[in-house]
């Protein structure tokens, strides 16, 4: 096992290691979501052939942009690499190119795409997950903790022969890097319009007054949480602030028994929730129940509101279905949904291959999906099945 590296000379030593290894890089990153606030990575695990495996520690530098440099211009391995690029990118470190093990695997048709399936499944090996929920930012890691990192990405690189020669076999693996080069040329993705409103249960609430309440209580308890860095969560659950925006209690008494209001600093930051919930009293910013959206409506009452559209959606789905059958690529690889739903509710005029084809791109499928899906849209819309058919 390697020792974690906390140190400049030790930086400099992985980066001279790693620069002067073989082939691709296997990188993971370990988070403390949950426990920490924030996404950021506590530990960097990268592997390349003829530099080892090296344990690096993300908060005992600025940045770890030695490490980026010594990596240009080298493939990175990843698993589900859109969970641990953003907090990669935050330690300065970028890839030139990328190989998704968990999105590869959905492309060659794996049934499940999870780490160990896919390990067991083309490598046959079990491998232990006992620590994936752990708590990243506790010092010193374990042992133990350190062992199951290490092994992440011991097995990366195997683990993308297979599944390159499964891919080559079935003539996919250009789908599969076409969807690489999207993910990495993708960037962060852009800041969330009101994310108070994903407040978990924050359905229940019934008018504006409430969701204002719900809105400052959010904000505080984000305050709260990134000056302590600790998870939101763990200052008061989703459902304590949902409790006190629907009772709206005027006093700390009153706010400490209401039903569902707990939390850790439920109790002793009780004047602080009481002041956020008098703000939304005061305030003549009340939100609107609903925010406004170009997207289209649930599918479920698209007959009802735009028949022609359901037809078009109805014909075309099950041909994709089949198609994504064919290819042994799930529907929703093959095709985001999203975008086959805005298509069919608002179709490019006139309908043929290229409008169809241009709408696609515009929504921001990869051509290798325009390829194989747009004749087949083409062809449902201009002559879709009647409902109910």
């Known amino acids: 096992m390697p020792l974690v590296i906390n140190t400049e000379s030790g930086l400099r030593r992985a980066a001279a290691a790693l620069a002067n290894g073989t082939g691709p890089a296997a990188v993971d990153a370990e988070r403390a979501s949950g426990f920490r606030y924030g996404q950021r990575a506590f530990l960097v695990q990268i592997r390349r052939e003829g530099a080892g495996t090296w344990l690096i520690d993300p908060e005992a530098f600025e940045n770890l942009e030695p490490i980026d440099t010594a990596l240009r211009g080298v493939e990175w391995i990843l698993h589900a690499a859109n969970q641990d690029l953003p907090c990669l990118a935050d330690v300065g470190m970028h890839p030139d190119a990328l190989f998704d093990t968990e999105l590869g695997a959905r492309i060659a048709g794996l049934p499940r795409v999870g780490l160990g399936a896919v390990v ?56 599969a890097l076409e969807e690489f080069a999207a993910i990495r040329a993708a960037g962060p993705p852009a800041p969330r319009q009101d994310p108070w409103r994903r407040t978990s249960g924050i359905h229940a609430l019934r008018d504006r007054v409430q969701l204002a309440a719900a809105r400052e209580l959010w904000y505080e308890r984000e ?40 939390g850790r600093a439920a109790s002793k930051e009780a004047p602080r929730w009481i002041r956020a919930l008098n703000e939304a009293r005061r305030t003549d910013d009340l939100p609107p129940m609903h925010l406004s959206s170009n997207t289209p409506p649930p599918p479920r009452v698209w007959a009802e509101k735009n028949p022609e559209a359901a037809a078009r959606l109805n014909t075309a789905k099950p041909r994709l279905a089949r198609k994504a059958e064919e290819l042994n690529i799930p529907l929703e690889n093959l095709l985001t949904p999203d975008f086959l739903r805005r298509v069919a509710w608002n179709p490019p005029r006139p309908v043929d291959p290229d409008s169809v084809a241009a709408a696609l791109r515009d929504l921001g499928a990869r051509e290798w999906q325009i390829r194989l899906t747009s004749p087949i849209i083409t062809v449902a819309f201009l002559d879709p099945d009647p409902i109910g058919a």
């Not at 008061?236 to 008494?253: E, L, Q, S």
């Open 120 to 175: 067991e499944s083309l490598l046959g090996l079990a491998l232990a997950k006992e620590h994936s929920a752990a708590d990243w930012s506790k010092r010193p890691l374990p042992q133990s903790w350190l062992t199951y990192a290490a092994l992440d990405v011991e097995i990366l690189v195997d683990l993308r022969t297979e599944l390159v020669e499964l891919l080559e076999e079935d003539g996919k693996l250009d789908y």
């Open 223 to 262: 305050s709260l949480a990134e000056n302590r860095d600790v998870a939101p969560g763990r200052i008061i659950p989703d459902k304590a602030i949902v409790a006190a925006a629907k009772a709206m209690p005027a006093t700390v008494p009153a706010l400490l028994n209401t039903p569902g209001f707990h």
